[in-house]
């Protein structure tokens, strides 16, 4: 596909990268379920497979989606909002590089008014909600964002306390994410 071409050959924010550009994403312009989430993380960035981490296994267990069926390009295309593994900061990793949605999420996007987008973590929410609102309260008040986003916190092992804190969001209001996904997927 030419865009992922073009995407595997870019170094539009080289200088600012920790090695050279290595764009992770997972894309098919047949997926009915996009997913915006970060940045890849070292692990991610060491394989060239998205969500190969930790991160990875709870996304998947949220999601109730195997590995085989969450590597499917058909079934679902993984377009982070920097596609570079960014570099560490002092207390983790740094953010997604400011430079790479505006460059090429509005081209993989095209056409995707009928998908069902995944808004993973709070970089994602802001560039497209543009609501100023806390992750926590996008969460309390997911549904003023469908039937076009499913809003998810990073599912990070440092958001841990975060999850501790609002037990509502795995008991409550997962499980009516989980059924709603479901429908695209099947
Ligand atoms: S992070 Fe995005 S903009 Fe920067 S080099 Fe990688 S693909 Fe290009």
């Known amino acids: 596909m030419e865009i992922l071409d073009k ?17 992770i994403i997972q894309y098919s312009s047949s997926a009915n379920v996009l997913i915006i989430g970060q940045a890849p993380g070292i692990k991610a960035h060491d394989s060239a497979k998205p969500w190969n981490d930790a991160s990875g296994h709870r996304l998947r267990s949220w999601l109730q989606i195997d590995e085989q069926h969450f590597y499917n390009p058909q079934l679902l295309s993984i377009v982070p909002m920097g596609f570079c593994y960014p570099g560490k900061s002092k207390s983790g ?12 999420h509005a081209e993989l996007l095209r056409g995707a008014e009928s998908k069902l987008i995944l808004l993973i973590g709070k970089h994602a929410q802001d560039y497209y909600l543009a609501d100023n609102k806390s992750l926590t309260d996008r969460l309390l008040n997911w549904r003023d964002y469908q039937p076009k986003y499913l809003l998810l916190p990073h599912p990070s092992p440092r958001n841990n306390i975060w999850l501790k804190k609002q037990p509502w969001f795995e008991l409550e209001v997962l499980p009516q994410m989980q059924k709603i996904l479901r429908e695209y997927l099947t």
């Open 93 to 104: 990793d740094l953010p997604p590089r400011p430079e790479c949605a505006p460059k090429w």
């Open 7 to 23: 995407i595997k050959r870019c170094t539009e924010c080289i200088q600012h990268l920790p090695f050279a550009p290595r764009p």
